[in-house]
């Protein structure tokens, strides 16, 4: 097989350096399915993997990417066939098995999702690892009483990030008529917005009160930042209400007391999309696939390989907006 190219990730003199360089098969994690990467996406994960000591990467060289979707050319499992369409997202994915910033991908068969028939490989990196979060976490939430028959009031965090601009989108398409999007600048207002939030405040709003209890606020929170923001928003969440946390964007501290819980009988619920099964994952990605698909009409933006280093950068100085997928 001919070389081709991939992002590599490196360390040269105690430095992290990314750079797009031809690679050869022998260079990718072993596997019994080899993929020809159509797309891969640009999640909060990819921009921590080309920092050092940022815990996504502990052996260089690597190849980061947390996720892709493309075509089986190889294949040993009878499960999977030549020609397939398929979507890989977590595992050890970009982080310590060399991932989708590459023409071609090499994975256990375990890993591999068959694409769902009513998504296009470029929708299924649209969602990526950020619809599947989202998903997750709403599921989490209406397992947990969310519902529209109430028109709960929601909070996103996070909301004009990845996550959580597809957590705005998909809510505001169930039907979900109070959706209050939580942002940091003002240019991310009228994003929200067009998102579908009704409401939009801002994290200072919350931030540096001492209560433990305070005004109850929101029925449903769903959290991409953690940290001191998520910190902040436990004391203002209804009685009976919950809380989905998924990231930790703004730390991975959480400082609270424990009144909302056994005052208010507050639900903090965990979110995973790294390690859950082939079988939870295959279900969300039917949802997403169908009634809970909003792949046409978010807004994305559509790099090369060339210029995903550039996204990167933008992603860790916080001028980010949404989506980014990579076209390879
Ligand atoms: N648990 C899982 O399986 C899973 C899966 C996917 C993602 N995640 C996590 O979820 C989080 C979001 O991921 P993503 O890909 O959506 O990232 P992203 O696109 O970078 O979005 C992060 C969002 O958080 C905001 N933010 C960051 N720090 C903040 C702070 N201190 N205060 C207020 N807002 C802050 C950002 O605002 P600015 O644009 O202003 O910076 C942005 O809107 C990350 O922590 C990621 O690791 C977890």
Redesign the pocket.
Known sequence: MKPFQALLVKEVEEQIVAEIEQTTIEQLSQGNVLIEVAYSSV???DMLAVQKNAGVIREYPMIPGIDFSGTVVESDDEAISVGQKVLVTGFAVGMSHTGGFSEYARVPSEWVIPLPETLTLKEAMIFG??GL?AALSIQALENNGLSVDNQPEILV????????SLAVQILAKLGFTSITAMV??EN?VAVAQSLGAQNVVF?SEFADQKRPLNKQKFHYILD????Q?ASDLIPFIHYGGSMSL?????GIKLATTVLPFILRGVNLLG????NISVEERTAVWEKLATSWNVSQTTLFDEVTLAELPKTIED?KA?Q??GRTIVKL
């Open positions: 999640n909060y994960k690892t950020a979060t965090t996070g909301a004009t990030g990845g996550v959580g940091r600048k991310q994290a991409t930042v953690g940290g923001v998924c990231g930790n964007a703004g979110i995973d999309s790294v992603l916080g980010h907006l």
